[in-house]
């Protein structure tokens, strides 16, 4: 069952979490040489990204990747890797190894090969997954009702091109098999509405209709659901 954490307002989680994140971090950087974070894009992450940023790790030994992507160059607004270029790698994590999704293929199905041998290649398990949850209960780009959702919930390939009916661009987004490669996931939601869809997400129903039930339901990663109003 997943850990519900609820926090007074936005600013405590952001706290909150930093040190959960950091203290993975370190304790994966102690016993081994590298330590991989996946984070995920939007606004919402964008406080986090700055505090760990300040954060005193050895970041030469940190590599941070992506949930999804959407395919855009880097250069452009809706960018996952110009958010993080933009807010974490950043101060002391300057010194952090980016992994970035996009490859400039003209498609993402172009890209599904060379992106998958580099996630292969780094460390496994990863020591931290951040993810967040949309409106629709889709995580990272398992969309429901996206005529690949089904592969992205069932294939052991790291990533999947996936052309979302109702949001902007493709994308390349980790399978959940991938984003199961984790010690440690972290939902981090806000609002009354994000969380009344916890709640049904939590409760009974296919997975197809609420994607984050994939996550919220299974056994083999601990799961901490980080929420603020």
Same mark, same amino acid.
């Given at each position: 069952?997943?850990?519900?954490?609820?926090?007074?307002?936005?600013?405590?989680?952001?706290?909150?979490? +930093?040190?959960?994140?950091?203290?993975? =971090?370190?304790?994966?950087? *102690?016993?081994?040489?590298? #330590? &991989?974070?996946? /984070? !995920?894009?939007?606004?919402?992450?964008?406080?986090?990204?700055?505090?760990?940023?300040?954060?005193?790790?050895?970041?030469?030994?940190?590599?941070?990747?992506?949930?999804?992507?959407?395919?855009?160059?880097?250069?452009?607004?809706?960018?996952?890797?110009?958010?993080?270029?933009?807010?974490?790698?950043?101060?002391?994590? +300057?010194?952090?190894?980016?992994?970035? =999704?996009?490859?400039?293929? *003209?498609?993402?199905?172009? #890209? &599904?090969?060379? /992106? !998958?041998?580099?996630?292969?290649?780094?460390?496994?398990?990863?020591?931290?997954?951040?993810?967040?949850?949309?409106?629709?209960?889709?995580?990272?780009?398992?969309?429901?009702?996206?005529?690949?959702?089904?592969?992205?919930?069932?294939?052991?390939?790291?990533?999947?091109?996936?052309?979302?009916?109702?949001?902007?661009?493709?994308?390349?987004?980790?399978?959940?098999?991938?984003?199961?490669?984790?010690?440690?996931?972290?939902?981090?939601?806000?609002?009354?509405?994000?969380?009344?869809?916890?709640?049904?997400?939590?409760?009974?129903?296919?997975?197809?209709?609420?994607?984050?039930?994939?996550?919220?339901?299974?056994?083999?990663?601990?799961?901490?659901?980080?929420?603020?109003?």
């Amino acid at each position: 069952m997943p850990a519900l954490r609820e926090w007074a307002d936005l600013a405590t989680l952001t706290a909150a979490l +930093t040190q959960h994140v950091a203290r993975r =971090l370190k304790e994966d950087l *102690a016993r081994q040489d590298q #330590a &991989v974070l996946v /984070v !995920s894009g939007g606004r919402s992450p964008v406080p986090l990204f700055k505090a760990l940023a300040a954060q005193p790790l050895a970041w030469d030994r940190v590599v941070i990747t992506l949930a999804d992507e959407r395919w855009v160059p880097p250069d452009h607004p809706d960018s996952n890797e110009a958010l993080v270029r933009a807010h974490l790698i950043q101060g002391r994590a +300057t010194k952090a190894r980016l992994v970035p =999704l996009w490859t400039g293929d *003209a498609t993402p199905e172009a #890209a &599904v090969p060379a /992106v !998958s041998l580099a996630l292969a290649a780094l460390p496994q398990p990863f020591s931290q997954v951040i993810l967040g949850m949309g409106e629709d209960g889709h995580v990272a780009s398992l969309f429901p009702g996206a005529s690949e959702l089904a592969d992205g919930l069932s294939t052991e390939i790291p990533v999947l091109a996936v052309r979302p009916q109702h949001a902007p661009h493709p994308r390349l987004s980790l399978s959940l098999h991938a984003l199961l490669q984790s010690r440690d996931i972290v939902l981090m939601i806000s609002g009354t509405a994000k969380r009344h869809l916890l709640q049904r997400a939590l409760g009974e129903g296919p997975v197809e209709e609420l994607p984050v039930r994939a996550i919220l339901r299974q056994s083999a990663v601990p799961v901490s659901i980080f929420w603020a109003p």
